[in-house]
């Protein structure tokens, strides 16, 4: 009886784990409610280790990957197709910066935080197109 029991706690607790892991939509869009073109919305996630978010292809010509160098150590990256919606479990501790290759020149990049992180001081290092450059650093400022 008291392994069954405890073997009982253990499923419960393992669920009540995975009941709480969150999904968030992330929308990729021609138009931001803000008025602004080629977004990402929203632009910032502040996401918990086991969390997905889902990248959905609202407007055509759009996919959601990660920028290169723009991921913690030991994580995996990702690289949706256009077009198509994309969804990833993020299981690794700190700062994602997600880019819509065709559209990374104007802009349209988003910055995903997983855990209690600050960003690292090398985030926005190497070839960086100017408009990108001044998404991300406003959204860094979320932290």
């Not at 997905?52 to 407007?59: G, L, N, Q, V």
């Not at 479990?89 to 104007?106: F, Q, S």
């Not at 070839?127 to 400022?141: D, G, I, N, T």
């Amino acid at each position: 009886m008291i392994r069954t029991f405890t073997a009982g706690l253990a499923v419960a607790a393992l669920m009540s784990g995975a009941a709480m892991a969150e999904t968030f939509e992330v929308q990729m869009l021609n138009k931001g409610s803000d008025g602004e073109r080629m977004v990402f919305e929203p632009a910032f996630i502040q996401a918990e280790p086991g969390d997905t978010i889902k990248f959905i292809a609202t407007d055509k010509g759009h996919n959601a990957e990660t920028g290169k160098d723009m991921l913690p150590e030991g994580a995996e990256g990702f690289k949706g197709k256009i077009n198509e919606e994309i969804e990833v479990t993020l299981d690794t501790e700190g700062v994602y910066g997600v880019i819509c290759k065709p559209h990374y020149a104007m802009g349209m990049v988003m910055t995903i935080a997983v855990g209690d992180v600050v960003p690292p001081e090398d985030f926005l290092e190497g070839r960086v197109p100017k408009k990108a450059m001044e998404r991300f650093a406003e959204q860094l400022e979320n932290f």
